[in-house]
């Protein structure tokens, strides 16, 4: 069974600094991993999907890397803005399905 | 281009009450999914459907949840009877095809938030 772990589960900084959030799974076997966003009250919302055979994905100031063999992702986000208050979630996709981990919660302090 | 609809946004119920939840995918797209999320934790997925057909049903409470899909365009999920545990946010989301390797993103509702006292 596919298990996605997210750490921290939260994180505070101030305006301006550059994020790193990181996602590991323990089943290497996966098709493709995504970074989406969920704002309180909405649904999620896709930032970046990383096909299995690349190495990283850039949009933006959002740039995620992936390492199947170690069986870890970081999504970078740079010059953070409060706007990017948000929780942001990491899923993996093999054998048709998605598995979440449960997502760092960030804070962005004007 | 319209995005996912559902439909209750909130809802209270006691335990051992039924409840409904209704879900509108984007126009022409095969798959449903109906995902819970517990408070802190990420999704989890309950039920996929391509078209009118289940795809995976593996994690479905089935001896209180069900689902379907008429027509293979609008869903409802049903809890009966509720308990405490199934408070939660209840995710619908819909890709234009299902592929092992899922390339096309799934586009995900608002969500509804369901209390169970």
């Known amino acids: 069974k596919q298990e996605v772990t997210q750490i921290p589960a939260a994180l505070s900084v101030p305006e301006g600094e550059n994020l790193v959030l990181n996602c590991s799974f323990t089943?290497?076997?996966?098709?493709?991993l995504q970074w989406f966003r969920q704002d309180p009250g909405k649904g999620l919302t896709s930032l970046l999907l990383?096909?299995?055979?690349?190495r990283e994905q850039t949009s933006g100031r959002l740039n995620a890397s992936l390492d199947k063999s170690s069986g870890r992702s970081t999504l970078y986000i740079a010059a953070s803005q409060p706007g990017d208050s948000a929780t942001y979630l990491c899923a993996v996709i093999n054998d048709y399905k998605l598995s979440f981990g449960a997502g760092t919660t960030v804070t962005v302090r004007a | 281009e319209a995005g996912v609809a559902q439909s209750p946004r909130y809802k209270i119920i006691e335990k051992r009450q039924s409840v409904a939840f209704w879900c509108n995918p984007i126009?022409?797209?095969?798959?449903l999914y109906w995902y819970q999320q517990i408070l802190g934790q990420g999704p989890k997925l309950l039920i996929q459907f391509q078209n009118n057909g289940v795809v995976d049903d593996s994690q479905l409470p089935k001896d209180r949840f069900s689902a379907e899909r008429l027509k293979g365009v609008d869903s409802t999920l049903k809890i009966q009877p509720a308990k405490l545990e199934d408070s939660a946010v209840y995710l619908c989301a819909s890709s234009p095809l299902v592929s092992r390797a899922s390339t096309d993103t799934q586009y995900f509702g608002p969500g509804t938030r369901l209390t169970v006292l």
């Open positions: 990383i096909q299995s055979s690349q």
């Open positions: 089943d290497s076997a996966i098709y493709n």
């Open positions: 126009s022409g797209h095969a798959t």
